[in-house]
Each structure stands twice: as structure tokens, then as C-alpha cells.
């Protein structure tokens, strides 16, 4: 039985389901960080040591046929078939992409052995956004609008806000590291995943369980290798530990598995930088994990009433960022006419570089091409596409058609 979902809802859903599996994770992470492996070093080491193990389960187990001759994955991704291997087109940018993962991840691992507290370590995360936003801008067709900069910073500040430890901590290095470590590396990884979702591997979209697969083998590798040259007693006791502790470590990653499938499955269907701001909702799961573990584990942070009404102030405006985000999009398709003084090719080029445009495609019928916009508001789009494709020479007339629901298969 197939179930139907608008493309704007699924989005929202998926990035909401991962960012709370994320913070179940993290909660995870800061109780092995607190009470087995104290040494962020030797705890990526061990984790990505059996997180090789447990995601090529997992992928496999997923690659299971179902009776309709489907996998079983294919409900978590309709594009996934089966594990396979990496194809030569996607090789770089899988090697991009475990570099931005190992360099976020040691400085993840850093910061939770600092903070036990969940809700301290996730909310900057956040912070990556405007990373992101000023990547896309240099990078991709669609540069960020006032109201994106301005939704993202109310997000940043609100994850600042919300940020605060329920302890009333706060550690210089540790912010240090988010900020010069930990988001750059995960700008790396999130832009790099992107390409990678949208790429069309034996004439099909590419899918997130085989991307999560080959990121994971990499990130381990380079690791290893990081690790190893900065000091192999580490590297060695990393071995040892991942022996030793492997089922919280096998929690942890198998947990993971499925925050990471469902955000890169989230970046084939928008910005990475709308994407990550909508991950900010991790924070509204982490408060109360945060509160579960200060009352049964015996660490030593409790709530103020003071921190956590900042708290909830923080959540107000990363929800109200976030919900800006939602509003302003704006999709739409145009079709083309050609004059029949260029050809196809050298229109197709002239549309392709107009910032906004995603997709262009030549028609067979009775337009000749058709050109998939993607912005973040309308009036941007006339200024902008109308204006550029008014002065492309050769360009007979256009009919632009605005996006009201679009639905995807799940």
C-alpha cells in the first residue's frame, strides 16, 4: 500500500523524526562519555570501529526483498534496492564527505566529554546555519534572501539561548572547538551529502542508507588515520575499547544510523541550510532528556527555574525561525518557447545559470523546455528569473506556474 505525503510536509517530518532520534543519541553518547570512555580520542575510535559493523547490518538487513519485491529499506527511502558499491561519479564527494565527518565528529566527542548535558551540546550545533547560508550564497544558484539571514539568525540566537547548561556552565574550549571545529566540518559534510542525495546513480535517485553506509566506512578510516598519527596508544586502546564497550557502542551507532538516514534522505528535498534549521527542533527533545538524566543518573547538574525559562525562551525563537522558513518558500515550474535563432543547448545553458533555477530540461510538445525554480519568495523570483529571462535572447515566451502541493511516495 503506498502512502502519499506533500513534498513540504515530508521534509518537515523527516528532519523533526531525526532531530529527535539525535538527541537520544547524544543523551546516549554523554552516558558512555560519562561513566566507560572518558577519552574523546579512543571513544571515535571505538564507536566508528563497530559502527562499521552494525550500519553494514543494518543496510543489509534492510537490503531484504519483500514480498511486493521491494527492500525493506524502501520504507525508509524509496530509492534504496540494496547495498552496493561506491560508483566512480560519487567517489570524491564521498571522500569529502567522511573528511567533514571525521573533523565534526572528534570535536563532537571533545565537547561531550566536557558536557554530560545533553542540552548543552546539541543547541550549537545550530550555529552551523549561517555557515551554511554564507556556503550557498557563494555556491549554489539561490542565494539567501534578507528574510532567510534574518530567520537564521532568530534561530541562532534562540539555540545560543537554549544552549545554556542546566548547571549554568560554561567552557570556553569547548566553544571553541563548535565553532571553529565542529560546524565548519559539518558544513563540509551536509553540502557534500547534498550532491550526493541528488545525484542520479544507474539511472535513479541516489539513496540515503547506501550514502550513510559509505560514510560511516569512510569517516572510519579517516579517523583512524587522524587519530593513529596523533598518538597510537589511542588508536590501540580505541581497539581495545570498541571490544570491550561494544554494545553501548552498538546502542549509540545503530541509533544514529537512523538520524543520519533520515536527515541526508531530508537533503535531497531542500536546502541544507533550511534543513539544518529545521533540525533545530533537536533542542525542544533535549530539555527533557536533559531533566531525565539529572534525576536518575548521578551527575552533577540540576534546573534552575531562572535557566530553564531561558531555555524555553530559546525554543520560542528557534521555533519561530524555523516556522518563517516554512512560510516564505516558494516552488514553481516555467515553461519556455523558443524563437528558433539559438539552439536548445545555449538557451538551456542561459536558463541553467540564472540563479534560483535548480532543474531545465528540453520538452517534446508544445513548450520546448521546462525550468524547475526553487526561492524563498515570490517577488525574489519575478525580480530575479522573470527579469533574466526576459533579456535572454531567443527566448519567444514563457509561462511560469507556481508550485501549490507537490507529493512524494513513502
Not at 48 to 66: A, M, N
Amino acid at each position: 500500500m503506498k502512502i502519499r505525503i506533500r513534498k513540504r510536509y515530508l521534509f518537515y517530518i523527516l528532519l523533526i523524526l531525526s532531530s529527535l532520534i539525535a538527541a537520544v543519541t547524544t543523551s546516549i553518547d554523554g552516558i558512555i562519555s560519562y561513566f566507560y570512555i572518558t577519552n574523546p580520542w579512543v571513544f571515535g575510535v571505538s564507536v566508528f570501529f563497530v559502527g562499521i559493523f552494525i550500519t553494514l547490518f543494518l543496510s543489509i538487513f534492510l537490503s531484504i526483498p519483500t514480498r511486493n519485491g521491494k527492500s525493506i529499506g524502501s520504507a525508509i527511502d524509496p530509492s534504496f534496492k540494496r547495498v552496493r558499491l561506491v560508483k566512480k561519479e560519487e567517489l570524491k564527494y564521498h571522500v569529502m564527505a567522511g573528511i567533514g565527518n571525521t573533523i565534526s565528529t572528534l570535536g563532537y566527542f571533545y565537547v561531550v566529554s566536557e558536557f554530560v548535558d545533553p542540552s548543552a551540546v546539541l543547541p550549537f550545533f545550530q550555529v552551523v546555519i549561517l555557515y551554511l547560508l554564507i556556503v550557498e550564497s557563494l555556491s549554489e544558484k539561490d542565494s539567501p534572501t534578507l528574510a532567510e539571514v534574518e530567520s537564521s539568525i532568530i534561530v541562532t540566537f534562540g539555540a545560543i539561548m537554549a544552549s545554556i547548561s542546566l548547571s549554568g556552565e560554561v567552557n570556553v574550549m569547548a566553544l571553541l572547538v563548535i565553532f571553529l571545529v565542529m560546524n565548519p566540518g559539518w558544513v563540509i559534510l551536509a553540502i557534500y551529502q547534498r550532491k550526493l542525495k541528488l545525484m542520479q546513480i544507474n539511472e535513479a535517485h541516489n539513496d540515503s542508507i547506501n550514502i550513510r553506509l559509505w560514510n560511516v566506512i569512510f569517516t572510519t578510516i579517516f579517523t583512524s588515520i587522524f587519530v593513529f598519527i596523533y598518538n597510537k596508544d589511542y588508536f590501540f586502546e580505541g581497539i581495545n575499547t570498541a571490544y570491550k564497550f561494544y554494545p553501548w557502542l552498538s546502542l549509540t551507532m545503530g541509533v544514529t544510523f537512523f538520524s543520519y538516514v533520515l536527515y541526508i534522505r531530508a537533503l535531497g528535498l531542500g536546502k541544507a541550510s533550511i534543513s539544518q534549521a529545521v533540525k533545530a527542533s533537536t533542542i525542544i527533545f533535549a530539555i527533557p532528556l536533559s531533566l531525565l538524566l539529572s534525576r536518575y543518573m548521578d551527575f552533577s547538574f540540576s534546573a534552575s527555574p531562572t535557566l530553564v525559562i531561558i531555555k524555553l525562551m530559546g525554543i520560542i525563537l528557534v521555533v519561530l525561525g524555523v516556522a518563517t522558513f516554512a512560510l516564505t518558500e516558494v516552488r514553481a515550474y516555467v515553461f519556455i518557447n523558443a524563437q528558433g535563432n539559438k539552439s536548445i543547448k545555449q538557451l538551456m545553458e542561459e536558463i541553467w545559470h540564472i540563479r534560483g533555477v535548480v532543474a531545465v530540461a528540453a520538452l517534446a510538445g508544445k513548450h520546448d523546455m521546462i525550468a524547475k525554480v526553487r526561492i524563498r519568495t515570490l517577488g525574489k523570483g519575478y525580480e530575479r528569473i522573470i527579469r533574466r529571462l526576459e533579456g535572454i535572447e531567443g527566448i519567444e515566451e514563457f509561462l511560469w506556474q507556481s508550485v501549490l502541493k507537490e507529493w512524494e511516495d513513502i
